[in-house]
């Protein structure tokens, strides 16, 4: 079988950091980012900044239960809502979120699809590093 991975590590952090690497230079993003379901960076790659916002963001942001928010939502996370994708990924029975936000955003069908099996790309390289990790 052709393996694609130029960059390996046993060290679960490291190999999610170049997973979400390749990822981010694949999908041209400004940043992907994985979170914990309360919001902190498990990885990330992108200015260390915007990971960090991503991941406390993406809970308000994701689909599902998660995206329960009172009437009161900031600006901020308004206009989060047209920047970023969030997805949450299950590994071994627990959820995490894998955020991206993209340099420009593009209203494009063509983009938008790529964009999407570039982030189900990803979402597969995370869960099974953190499956691994488990294991």
């Known amino acids: 079988m052709d393996d694609r991975r130029r960059r390996r590590s046993s060290d679960p952090l490291v190999a999610l950091h170049y997973q979400l690497s390749s990822a981010r230079a694949r999908g041209d993003l400004d940043a992907i980012v994985v979170a914990d379901p309360s919001g902190v960076v498990v990885a990330g790659a992108g200015s260390w900044p915007i990971c960090e916002e991503l991941a406390a ?10 995206a329960q928010m009172s009437t ?3 600006s901020r996370v308004e206009a989060l809502r047209h920047e970023v994708d969030v997805r949450a990924v299950e590994v071994g029975g627990q959820e995490v979120l894998l955020c991206t936000r993209q340099k420009r955003r ?3 069908l063509e983009a938008i699809e790529a964009s999407s099996r570039d982030l189900d790309e ?5 869960s099974r590093i953190l499956m691994n990790a488990a294991a």
Request: proline share 5%; no cysteine.
């Open 72 to 74: 009161q939502v900031s």
């Open 122 to 126: 990803a979402a597969r390289g995370v």
């Open 106 to 108: 593009v209203e494009a």
């Open 57 to 66: 963001y993406a809970p308000l942001l994701a689909d599902g239960a998660w």
